[in-house]
């Protein structure tokens, strides 16, 4: 579990870095979900809305354990080592799409669209949301909206080999989305209007993008974190 904390913040750090694609992604959701709250139940709104949001979170785990499968199944394989170089890539173009230089990317969201379109029907049943557990179920169900965040972040967890670290890993993503998405949720302007900004986006952007070369397999990792980091890294 030590070794993996640099890999837990990272997670989190990547998490809020992608705030300003959450809001594009999913501040329409999250404003309808707070819209259809009922009168009666407005007084709940935060517990309802942190029940939502731990129901994505939890969707993300689930799909980080299940893609981690995978990685351990090609662990110590040529095809590891290919799955870290497409997470990487992924990750990068995932910081030029934050920054605004190239929308690639939404290509590669299409590919989900067919899933979403057999779930959304299924979340569609749960609004009006009145009570904690329907918020919850619907927060699991809405993790499955296609996100090339989720994606790349998806990727790069299961390139660790490590079922169990993968679904850590996601949890770890998932919670650095959250003050963003429960700040549009209670309709917190000033923070949304902050992340909206282009400065804002294009710094998130490019940190990604170093991210994304730094996970990228070669020599370079064991030159930025020592012999002792490197070592630990090429045994996941």
Request: proline share 5%; hydrophobic share 55%.
């Amino acid at each position: 579990m030590i070794e993996l904390a640099p890999l837990l913040l990272s997670a989190v750090v990547l998490g809020l870095l992608g705030g300003g694609h959450c809001l594009g992604m999913c501040g329409g959701l999250m404003g309808a979900l707070t819209l259809a709250i009922p009168p009666e139940q407005r007084g709940k709104r935060l517990r309802l809305l942190l029940a939502y949001n731990l129901g994505r979170i939890l969707s993300y785990a689930i799909a980080g354990l299940l893609i981690g499968f995978a990685g351990w199944a090609v662990a110590n394989s040529p095809a590891a080592l290919a799955m870290r170089v497409v997470a990487a890539l992924l990750l990068i173009c995932m910081g030029l799409y934050l920054a605004g230089w190239w929308s690639g990317l939404t290509h590669v969201e299409a590919l989900g669209r067919g899933l979403w379109r057999h779930v959304q029907p299924y979340a569609s049943l749960l609004m009006p949301v009145t009570s904690l557990p329907r918020a919850l179920l619907l927060g699991a169900l809405w993790g499955w909206l296609p996100c090339g965040l989720v994606y790349s972040t998806l990727l790069w967890a299961a390139s660790q080999g490590d079922a169990f670290d993968s679904a850590l890993l996601m949890l770890a993503f998932g919670v650095g989305t959250w003050p963003v998405l429960l700040a549009t949720g209670l309709a917190a302007e000033r923070l949304t209007m902050l992340l909206r900004r282009r400065g804002i986006r294009v710094v998130g952007g490019v940190l990604v993008i170093l991210f994304g070369l730094w996970t990228m397999p070669g020599p370079h990792q064991q030159w930025l974190m020592g012999h002792g980091g490197g070592a630990a890294h090429s045994t996941h």
